[in-house]
């Protein structure tokens, strides 16, 4: 019923930057919030960042502070992920998610998201 639409992956050279962006689509109300996790080969999937619905609470995962930065883009429909000096571990599919359970939480649990995408690849040249 609801869809995620990814965009901004491919193939990315070390040190480059990374926009990856994804909007929700279908029968979806106001009040959620959304996030992205990944996936490296061998490992399992893990959070990246979320954004609270008003955009005005975020978290990100302890591998990548201070590394990405996630944020609302216009009508609250869509979030963004953007790195600005990619490294090799960065490699990954990634994933978007909707959470429908509390406007005000950025959450990193796999299990409270309700809608996923299909993921975009992203891939890392040195």
């Known amino acids: 019923q609801v869809q995620l639409v990814e965009s901004g992956g491919g193939l990315v050279q070390a040190g480059g930057s990374l926009r990856l962006s994804c909007a929700a689509h279908?029968?979806?109300?106001?009040?959620?919030?959304m996030g992205w996790f990944r996936q490296a080969p061998g490992t399992e999937r893990e959070f990246v960042a979320a954004?609270?619905?008003?955009?005005?609470?975020?978290d990100y995962g302890d591998s990548v502070k201070g590394r990405f930065t996630i944020s609302r883009q216009y009508a609250k429909n869509t979030v963004a992920l953007q790195r600005n000096s990619l490294k090799p571990e960065d490699a990954a599919v990634y994933y978007c998610?909707?959470?429908?359970?509390?406007?005000?939480?950025?959450?990193?649990?796999?299990?409270?998201?309700?809608?996923w995408g299909q993921g975009t690849k992203v891939t890392v040249s040195s």
């Open positions: 954004v609270s619905w008003s955009g005005g609470t975020t």
């Open positions: 998610a909707v959470d429908l359970s509390d406007p005000l939480a950025a959450g990193r649990a796999r299990d409270q998201y309700d809608y």
């Open positions: 279908g029968r979806i109300f106001s009040g959620y919030s």
